[in-house]
């Protein structure tokens, strides 16, 4: 079955970085767009960056330049590089691939605060 475990997040100063990682099994790796979303209290989740199979990559506005995802198929692994945080980058991430229907892991708390 699909699973996601995501891991890397915690506190961290605005200005700060992360490196979120997202583990991934139960489904053709190499073949799949990854992507990472972001749930803030009292908001609804939204889109944050996708990886093609092939590596192409989007992001979302408010993350652009500041934020880099990358996939290593050897290990079946996708990340999320997070620089220059601002406190409304604070959210729980979650990793997700759509096989047949959404998938999603249990999510990262990552909180931007000084």
């Known amino acids: 079955q699909v699973q996601l475990v995501e891991s890397g997040g915690g506190l961290v100063q605005p200005g700060g970085s992360l490196r979120l990682h997202c583990a991934a099994s139960?489904?053709?790796?190499?073949?799949?767009?990854m992507n990472w979303y972001r749930q803030a209290p009292g908001k609804e989740r939204e889109f944050v960056a996708r990886?093609?199979?092939?590596?192409?990559?989007k992001y979302a506005d408010s993350v652009k330049g500041r934020f880099t995802i990358s996939r290593d198929n050897a290990k079946n692994t996708v990340h999320l590089q997070m620089n220059s945080l601002k406190p409304e980058d604070t959210a729980v991430y979650y990793c997700?691939?759509?096989?047949?229907?959404?998938?999603w892991g249990q999510g990262t708390q990552v909180t931007v605060s000084s």
């Open positions: 997700n691939v759509f096989q047949f229907r959404h998938f």
């Open positions: 139960g489904f053709t790796f190499s073949s799949a767009a």
């Open positions: 990886i093609t199979s092939g590596g192409s990559t």
